[in-house]
């Protein structure tokens, strides 16, 4: 008995693939594309002038919103592999679904993110550097999502579908003419949280788009082996439209999204919108992409890469010269270093706060636990008052 | 250089302790940026690249390639520019001496005094806690803050450890802890071996045998416990290739039974297996001569009636206050040695030769010994004031002694002050055998087997449940009554143990 007997991954894929019956090409849904990989422009009659009104700024400002966050992103993957982020989701390959999509939101819409919508984060104007404070572990949230009408980051997988049909619902008996967004993964559509919020959303029909980024790995697992259906199929199961996108292209996804915000604004009920794109990284910095998928398939994504897309369209139209490229690599370099300056000033909290986070208003049972836990800390011997300070820095 | 930055080895994963150098992409005297690479890990989950958190010269790398060594330990000292032109300085890594004629040796090990631990992440060790106060307002705080304490401060002091100044360039080559693992590291700086040396006290502290989840699940898979396995790995763990070899010896044991009268080829001499002694056979044999020689031993045995205990361990088994512990006879049995011990106390004594003259001290407490055959070889590991445990206690204290030495994790403090010993040579399926005493102590009691013998109960012969138990006594100071009265007692409980109820 040999090195063999160990036991080597959970399943062998190629095994599963085999046995998988692929559905008739025929029956995948059309993908939506404004922008080929090219940079050239495709006709689409029922989308196409959701995107008519992106004139050149407009598309600059887009990339710019790209290449910032995707800045910001390599340098919170090396903060963390330098010990100070606990861990940390990288978004590379989606930001194009991202800030597409984020862009096409109007400032009375809410968005429930799950843990890697950095690129929907900045489009809703919140200082990124905020959305790193949960993964140093000094703060449970980071921001107040009431200022910018984005949610805290949800850990626990697919239960933002539920809190955005509830937000939703709450929108239709105020009245209000807000859409929410539940942004969600492939691996989380497999979730019972989102069929039920997808229930709730169709029987109501609320003002609730689904944003499903079809990154194609639910950590390790591929999406061929969670649905035998191209997602977006699956809408039509609960009683609304569901559409494919090409979630690395920018203006497609703009255009679908502001197309499915208009529907679900006008009254009309929630859209599914699988963003079909690709995480050119590791699930989070404890994932080692390499173990389950072939160098090959990310090399031939990289072709297809969101930001080259658009870079390849301004330069071929003149849009945008070498000036304007230098430019953003200087303000994204600028962003990463105060990002950096921002996590290390960042402060371990006092652990007293969580006492004020449990009651609105002062609760005599907090208080007093508030007193016991002073005098518990009070206990602790005076020699390693240094020891902790030293800890704290 | 008082303004040289040290990063030590942060946790890429989520809850990682380690990681493997595996190659440094610097080397000392390189600029270095903000996020360049600097160096290649292996942790448990996959290979990474560090980027370096400082610019500056790398002014040393602090721990060799090839060695792994744990997160929060200083990997590498980086200066800021222009405060030091740092010249080549020794690299451990690569074995090469320094350049002597360099003018000004600097520091390799630059001390950074204040300690300045940046780099070690937020959360190093989310387990270290403080030590409370003697009078803690708390109870139950106290108990928690007492244990945790324990393992992290071993962990806390690792890196100070190794920060200590070292006023000459040459790093200086501290004795090292000897272990296996050292010999393939030539010329390895110092700070290593502390490193490896606190790793290995901390592994010493945890009593479960460590081994990564394949290799516990492929062990379980083939049937083999890993505490029979001598653990090689780097924190005292057992790792796969120990697991394989071990496999691998077994199987050539199992194979080798058949050939091993088969003539060997060649000269005479190869018919005669050497083994050196060394270790615990060599402590053994010193031991057990030292004891045969010098205390005169008289050897007693009597026949039992064990069924009683038979029925009672039956019971015990079955009860709830006994669920999840493991009962056996031999439980019993050491009950009643330390019932008899305190009806004839000189049999829990030792013979002390003094300056003034010998002398018998006698025991009021017994540190109650049992012989255990473990990987390391005999050990009689004692349970201390079992006088004061109650049945239920005692045998939780008999299953820790097994587990622990069956681990070979038994303590030196474990062996020491025995009072009087038990050997269940039973266990091993054999009647009985004159046992040699403990040396230190006066007295041990061998447990036979006990099996179903037909036996005289009221003019009938039926079947019942024999066993046998020897004693062998230091004559110096327990007589042949005593020792008989004593043997008497013992298998007085064996034959009816609801006499401990007295």
Redesign the interface.
Known sequence: MGAEHLPASEFDIEELEQSLVTSDPADAPPLVQLMAPDGSLREDTKYGHYAAHLDGEALRAMYRDMALVRRFDQEATALQRQGQLLLWPPLLGQEAAQIGSGTALQAQDYVFPTYREHGVALTRGLELSKVLRLFRGVSNGGWDPRESNFHLYTLVLAAQSLHAVGYAMGVQRDGDDAVTVAYFGDGASSEGDVHESMVFAASNQSPVVFFCQNNHWAISVPTEVQSRIPLSNRASGYGFPGVRVDGNDVVAVHAVTRWALERARSGKGPVLIEAFTYRMSAHTTADDPTKYRELAEEEKWRERDPLLRLERYLRSTNTAGQDFFDQIAAEADKLAASTRADVLAMEAPDFEDHFANVYAEPHPLIREELEWHRQYQAGFAEETAGQAEGEAR | MSNTQI????????GLVEAEIVSWKVKPGDTVA??DVIVEIETA?????????YAGVVSDLLVPEGQTVEVGTPIIAVAPEGSQPAPATPQPAAGTTADTSAPEQPVPNAAPEA??????????DPV?R????G????TA?TTTAGRGFARPSGK?TAPAAMHLPEPHGQAQHVPPVPTDDDAAVPGSVSSGHRGEAVQAAVSRLLTRVLAKP??R??AK??GINLADITPTGKGGEVT?QDL?SY?AQR?AEQAAAPTFWAPRKGLLDNRIERIPVKGVRKATAKAMVESAFSAPHVSIFVDVDASRTMEFVQRLKKSRDFEGIKVSPLLILAKAVIWAAARNPSVNASWVEAESGDEIHVKHFMNLGIAAATPRGLLVPNIKDAQDLSLKELAVALNELATTARAGKTKPADMQHGTLSITNIGALGIDIGTPIINPGEVAIVAFGTIRQKPWVVSGEVIPRWITTLGGSFDHRVVDGDLSARFMADVAAIMEEPALLLD
């Open positions: 990063f030590n080895l942060p946790d890429v994963g989520e903000v996020n989950k996959s290979l990474v690249e560090l980027p370096s958190p300690g300045p631990l940046v780099g070690s992440g937020p959360k190093a270290r403080r030590l409370r106060r009078s803690a307002a708390s705080g806390a394949p290799v699940k492929a898979d083939l796969k394989l496999q199987e």
